[in-house]
């Protein structure tokens, strides 16, 4: 049995120390707002917010994420309301097919949390998820309208 806390709730979950977080966050705890893409922590989809750290959730098992204070892209809003990056997403019309969105946005809001006022190389440093539909020059203008919010 694992005993994580996701978004401030703790979860008591049935599964092998070993699992990768991922699959614990999806199917145990039925959080699916985090994606599965390559499942070697490669395109970010999967990125949730360890102890308020980007991570991949993929590539990391369950063990080590016990003791850690976990958020996925469903803990980001609070009371219904968007977050400064959640809200440049829409207002900069993000995204496309939305797969990889919620990956990004988590990286997104880590990147701002360490950097308040990042720049282009910051970003290019920092945000590594990959976008399929290649819509990063909106993100791009989405984290400098994030960071002025």
């Not at 614990?24 to 102890?51: F, N, S, W």
């Not at 097919?97 to 720049?119: D, E, R």
Request: proline letters at 3%; hydrophobic letters at 40%; one cysteine or more.
């Amino acid at each position: 049995m694992a005993k994580l806390t996701i978004n401030g709730k703790s979860y008591d979950l049935d599964v092998d120390p070993q699992t990768p977080l991922l699959w614990a966050i999806r199917e145990q705890a039925g959080l699916t707002g985090t994606k599965y893409g390559c499942g070697i922590a490669q395109c970010g989809a999967c990125t949730v917010h360890m102890d308020g750290e980007a991570m991949r959730s993929c590539s990391m098992v369950v063990a080590d994420a016990e003791g850690k204070q976990i958020t996925t892209i469903e803990g980001l809003a609070q009371g219904g309301v968007l977050t400064k990056v959640q809200q440049a997403w829409v207002d900069h019309d993000v995204p496309q097919c939305g797969y990889c969105q919620a990956g990004m946005i988590m990286a997104v809001s880590a990147l701002l949390k360490a950097k308040p006022k990042p720049t282009d190389s910051d970003i290019d440093d920092a945000i590594t998820n990959i976008c399929r539909c290649g819509t990063f020059q909106q993100v791009r203008e989405a984290i400098h309208a994030a960071a002025k919010a």
